[in-house]
């Protein structure tokens, strides 16, 4: 299987009937999501409270459990937006996994990617997803989180449909990068994580997304080095590399995902939670 045909295959298809009925291109549908999600720890800009007990919501792994959490709160359609009460809680990765949905189901190939937001706090490269999608002629980054509070909130100079490539780090660049002294690694992270070993983690969770894998942020499995350790560079110099350029190495990508270093297990552990998870 090509790379464009595999990032077309469905990743909701309990709702394809609901999906049916989306517009069919890239903007649109990136204009949706937000309609929908309120991120977990953002809420407060909205001047929307979230309640403790809601924010398990943000713990659901799969594209078609995040569809049936919108529908729970509110059964219109999804072109509809939610009041800020009725939607559903989460976070970049969940904005971003409903995108790469609906866009395969409009047959336009899109992934989601792990990595590094420049834009959030300047200065620091803070942990995010994004997706990528297909345009006709080269993958785009499309950040569906950035509506228009959160654009004037963080003070977002570009076009969320196209974000620059130096805004956004894919893991596997951010490591690389690093690893040429041409960023500091304790600047990549969240809250008071960072580092190597943090950097070392996406990378892993990069490589299981371009298979199709996405997992929560704070899943933990494999290869990931535990909070300070320092991870084999000779190991991930390799696999980083691979991900700079996804299409030209989807085979060995995939080879290397079917590796126990690096595919998601039966049990992962959720480490917001502390404690192992089925999946």
């Not at 594209?63 to 359609?77: E, I, K, N, Q």
């Not at 590094?116 to 990528?132: C, I, M, N, S």
Request: proline share 8%; glycine share 6%; with cysteine.
């Amino acid at each position: 299987m090509k790379p464009l045909e595999f990032y077309m295959q469905p990743v909701a298809p309990k709702h394809a009937a609901l999906l049916d009925a989306l517009p069919g291109d890239i903007a649109s549908l990136a204009n949706i999501v937000p309609g929908l999600m309120l991120h977990q720890h953002i809420g407060p800009a909205y001047g929307e409270p979230i309640a403790p007990a809601r924010l398990e919501e943000a713990h659901i792994r799969a594209a078609d459990d995040v569809l049936d959490c919108v529908l729970g709160h509110d059964g219109a359609p999804l072109t509809e937006p939610r009041h800020l009460s009725r939607r559903a809680v989460g976070n970049c990765r969940h904005f971003t996994l409903l995108l790469v949905a609906m866009l395969r189901h409009k047959k336009i190939p899109a992934r989601s990617r792990c990595g590094f937001a420049a834009y959030f706090e300047r200065g620091k490269y803070l942990d995010h997803w994004v997706a990528e999608a297909w345009d006709g002629a080269r993958w785009v980054m499309v950040d569906a989180q950035l509506d228009a509070v959160q654009r004037k909130l963080f003070r977002i100079p570009f076009d969320p449909l196209d974000v620059p490539r130096d805004e956004f780090l894919v893991a596997g660049d951010a490591w690389s990068r690093c690893r040429a002294a041409d960023l500091d690694p304790d600047a990549f992270g969240l809250m008071d994580m960072h580092g190597w070993w943090f950097i070392a983690g996406n990378v892993v969770r990069d490589i299981a997304s371009l298979n199709d894998r996405e997992m929560l942020p704070w899943d933990v499995w494999g290869a990931m080095p535990q909070p300070g350790e320092e991870p084999d560079a000779a190991t991930f110099d390799t696999w980083a590399a691979l991900t700079l350029d996804p299409d030209a190495h989807f085979d060995e990508l995939r080879e290397l995902y079917a590796s126990d270093a690096v595919k998601v297990p039966k049990t992962v552990f959720n480490a917001v939670r502390q404690r192992p998870e089925q999946v």
